[in-house]
C-alpha cells in the first residue's frame, strides 16, 4: 500500500530528496457533534502505522479492549473529560506519495471560532456525517463556512455505517441531500465515501462490508486528488511586520511573503504612499537569496529611503492591492455579545490594527437555506455581510483572489478578546468620491473668536438620574459668563435626528454613535457641547471619545441610586417598565455599564443640580487655568 514507506540505510539522502519534493495537502475535519472526526484521524494514522509506540500507550482503551484513536487528537484534559474536541488540533504526516497537514477541528457550535482557525489554511475539507443523524445544522454551519473560506474539495464522510447494518441506501441518501445540499456552495469536487472511522472501513484499504461502494478509500483519495495548480503568477505581496535597523547603514522590511515572488532588481510599490522602490537585497538568517517566494520569512533591503513601517504593504507596481477606509466583507460573529452597527471594534489585518465600525449589516445569511435575511444584529456563529469603515485607510485584497491579504478580525476593544472574522469582498467605491473639503476658517480660530476653547461634557446615568437637569443648570451658569454652548438632550435629537430609532440595543448603538457626530461637528464649530444622554454601554462611550480630540471629551457620571431614580420617576417610565410594558429599559431590563475612570463623578443623593453644576463650573476653569480647557 501507498503508506508503507521504506528507506534503504544508505539512501537517506536521496529519501529526504524525494521527500522534500511531496506536495503538501492541508485538511480539515469538521461536522457536527459526536460525528467522529477524531477518531476517523486516529483510525487513519493507526492503521497507516504512522503512530509512534510511546503514543499509542497514551491511549486510553475503550472496556479495556478497544484504543481510544480519538485521544490521539484530543489532548487537552478538559476533552478527555468530556470526551469532545474543544480546540484544533494538528498532525503532520507523510505517505509515499504525499505530505498532509490535518486539523482537526471541534463540532460543538460555541467553538465555531476554532474551526473558522482550521479551515482558513486548508485545501480541502473532509466533513463527517453520523449515518444516524443525516445532515444536521452544524454539518450546513461547517459546509458554508468551509466555502465561504475559500476551501474547493470536499470529502463527505458518511460515518458509523456499522450502526446501520452498512445499508447502501443509507449512504446514498444522504449523498443525494448533501449534494442538493451543497450545490450552491461552489465546490470544484464532492467525494463521498461511506465509513467506519472506529473499525477502518474504507479508510485506508477497501472494506468487505460495504462491496456495493466502488471508489477510493479515505487515504487513496487524500493522496491523489488534484488540487488547484498554485498560481505562480499571484501578484507580489509583502505586508510589513517590521522596519528593521540595527545601525545607521542597513535599513530593512521584515516579513513573510503573502503571494508571488520577488527577486533582486524588482520593482516595488509601498501600497499606502504610492512610493515607488526596488530590490536591493533579500536577506535571511541564512543569508542572502536572489529570490523569495510565497511563504518565506524575509528581509526586504530596498534601494530608496521609503515610509514602510508595520501595516503596510510591499506589492508589484503592476497589480497593487486596493487602499481603501471602507468596504464590504463578510464576517462570521464569535461573541457571546451581539455584533451591533455603530458600535466600534479593532479591526487587524496581518499586520496592521486600526479602529473600526460596522456601519451597516446589509443582511444576514441563513445557513439552511442561504437565503438571505433582514437582520439589526449577528448573534454568536451568525454569519452576515457588513459595510465596515477603518479610522484609517488600509491596504488588502478581495479574498477570492488573496486569502493571505483579504481576511480580517475584529476584536472586543475592552476584553480583547476575538469576537468576529472577516473575509473581504470589496472596497466601496464611495470611500473614493467622498474626501475631506478644506476650509480656511478651522476649529481654532472659530473659539478665538468666541474666547473659549471647544468640549464636549458627556452626561450619563440613569432614566431621572438627574442629568437633563444638571446640564440645563450648567447651561445657564456658562451662558451667563458669555460662553457659547448647547445642549443635545437624548429626548430632544429623538424628535428629529433620530426619530426612526427605536430602543433595542442596536438601535441605542445607533443612537449615540449619531448624537457623537454631531457634537463633534459643534465642537468644530467652537462650541462646548453638552450632551444629555443614558448612553448605557462603554463601547459607546469610548467611541464617543476617540472621535474628539486629545482632552477635549470629558465624561460626568450622573450617579444616582436605581430605587432613588425608580422614586422620582419624572416620566412615569419605570412604574410601566417594572410593569413589563417598556421592553429594554435601562436599569430594569437592560443594563447599565457604569463608567470606569470618568473625569467627575456626581452623586446626586443629598446634592442639589444648582450646586452640582456649579462643581461642574469650577472644574472647568481649573482645566481653563491649566489650559485644557
Known amino acids: 500500500m501507498s503508506y508503507l514507506q521504506t528507506v534503504p540505510p544508505h539512501d537517506i539522502e536521496a529519501h529526504l530528496t524525494e ?21 476517523l484521524i486516529g483510525r487513519l494514522l493507526y492503521d497507516a502505522k504512522l503512530i509512534f509506540e510511546d503514543q499509542l500507550a497514551n491511549l486510553g482503551r475503550i472496556g479495556g479492549r478497544e484504543i481510544d484513536l480519538a485521544l490521539l487528537l484530543d489532548g487537552l484534559e478538559a476533552e478527555r473529560e468530556q470526551r469532545i474536541t474543544i480546540d484544533v488540533a494538528y498532525r503532520y504526516f507523510a505517505t509515499s506519495k504525499r505530505k498532509f497537514v490535518v486539523a482537526d477541528t471541534p463540532g460543538h457550535e460555541e467553538y465555531t471560532r476554532n474551526m473558522v482557525t482550521g479551515a482558513s489554511t486548508a485545501d480541502l475539507a473532509v466533513i463527517l456525517i453520523d449515518s444516524r443523524q443525516g445532515i444536521l445544522q452544524q454539518t450546513r454551519r461547517h459546509s458554508y463556512i468551509a466555502s465561504m473560506l475559500g476551501i474547493r474539495h470536499v470529502v463527505l464522510a458518511v460515518n458509523k455505517l456499522d450502526l446501520v447494518d ?33 473499525f477502518g472501513d474504507n479508510v485506508i484499504s477497501a472494506s468487505k462490508d460495504t462491496p456495493w461502494y466502488t471508489g477510493p478509500a479515505l487515504l487513496e483519495y487524500l493522496e491523489t486528488v488534484q488540487l488547484d495548480p498554485l498560481v505562480e503568477e499571484r501578484p507580489f505581496r509583502f ?13 530593512g522590511y521584515a516579513g513573510q511573503v503573502a ?49 514602510a513601517s508595520r501595516g503596510n504593504m510591499l506589492a508589484a507596481p503592476a497589480s497593487r492591492p486596493f487602499v481603501a477606509d471602507q468596504l464590504q466583507a463578510h464576517v462570521i460573529w464569535f461573541g457571546a ?29 441563513n445557513i439552511n437555506s442561504f437565503a438571505r435575511e433582514a437582520a439589526k444584529s449577528l448573534q454568536m456563529n451568525e454569519v452576515g455581510v457588513c459595510n465596515i469603515s477603518t479610522q484609517a485607510p488600509i491596504a488588502f485584497d478581495a479574498y477570492k483572489d488573496n486569502r493571505s ?20 469582498d470589496f472596497p466601496l467605491r464611495r470611500a473614493d468620491n467622498v474626501h475631506w473639503q478644506a476650509t480656511d476658517v478651522n476649529k481654532g480660530a472659530r473659539a478665538a473668536t468666541k474666547g473659549q476653547r471647544p468640549g464636549v461634557l458627556w452626561f450619563t446615568g440613569l432614566s431621572g438620574s438627574g442629568k437633563s437637569t444638571i446640564a440645563n443648570a450648567l447651561d445657564r451658569l456658562l451662558h451667563a459668563r458669555g460662553k457659547h454652548t448647547y445642549v443635545l438632550d437624548g429626548d430632544n435629537v429623538r424628535h428629529g435626528l433620530n426619530r426612526d430609532l427605536g430602543f433595542t440595543e442596536a438601535d441605542r448603538v445607533e443612537n449615540i454613535r449619531r448624537v457623537a457626530e454631531v457634537a463633534k461637528l459643534m465642537a468644530d464649530a467652537g462650541l462646548i457641547v453638552l450632551v444629555s444622554l443614558i448612553s448605557p454601554f462603554r463601547d459607546e462611550r469610548r467611541m464617543a471619545r476617540e472621535l474628539m480630540e486629545e482632552d477635549e471629551f470629558i465624561e460626568i457620571f450622573v450617579d444616582t441610586p436605581l430605587d432613588e431614580c425608580a422614586r422620582r420617576d419624572p416620566k412615569g417610565l419605570y412604574e410601566k417598565a417594572f410593569a413589563g410594558k417598556i421592553a429594554n429599559f435601562t436599569g430594569v431590563s437592560s443594563p447599565y455599564e457604569r463608567p470606569e475612570s470618568p473625569e467627575l463623578h456626581l452623586e446626586t443623593v443629598g446634592h442639589e443640580p444648582a450646586a452640582l453644576a456649579l462643581k461642574i463650573e469650577q472644574f472647568l476653569d481649573r482645566r481653563r487655568e491649566g489650559n485644557e480647557l
Not at 505586508?239 to 535599513?251: E, I, K, T
Not at 536591493?280 to 530608496?304: N, P, R
Not at 476584536?411 to 472577516?422: H, S
Open 19 to 39: 521527500h522534500d519534493k511531496k506536495s503538501v495537502l492541508r485538511f480539515i475535519t469538521c461536522g457536527s457533534v459526536d460525528d467522529g472526526k477524531s477518531t
Open 166 to 198: 452498512f445499508r447502501q441506501s443509507v449512504f446514498d441518501e444522504i449523498a443525494v441531500d448533501y449534494m442538493l445540499f451543497a450545490k450552491t456552495l461552489g465546490f470544484a469536487s464532492i467525494q463521498p465515501i461511506p465509513i467506519s472511522a472506529r
Open 239 to 251: 505586508p510589513v511586520q517590521l522596519a528593521v535597523r540595527p545601525n545607521a547603514d542597513f535599513r
Open 259 to 307: 503571494s508571488g515572488r520577488i527577486s533582486v532588481g524588482d520593482p516595488v510599490v509601498v501600497a499606502k504612499s504610492g512610493q515607488r522602490s526596488s530590490v536591493k537585497a533579500i536577506v535571511t538568517f541564512d543569508g542572502s537569496l536572489a529570490v523569495a517566494a510565497e511563504g518565506e520569512a524575509v528581509t526586504l533591503v530596498l534601494t530608496d529611503e521609503v515610509d
Open 337 to 365: 455579545n451581539p455584533m451591533l452597527p455603530g458600535r466600534s471594534y479593532i479591526l487587524r489585518t496581518e499586520t496592521d490594527s486600526v479602529s473600526a465600525t460596522v456601519t451597516a449589516l446589509k443582511h444576514q445569511v
Open 405 to 424: 491579504t483579504g481576511n480580517f478580525i475584529l476584536v472586543d476593544r475592552a476584553t480583547n478578546a476575538t469576537v468576529g472574522a472577516g473575509m473581504i
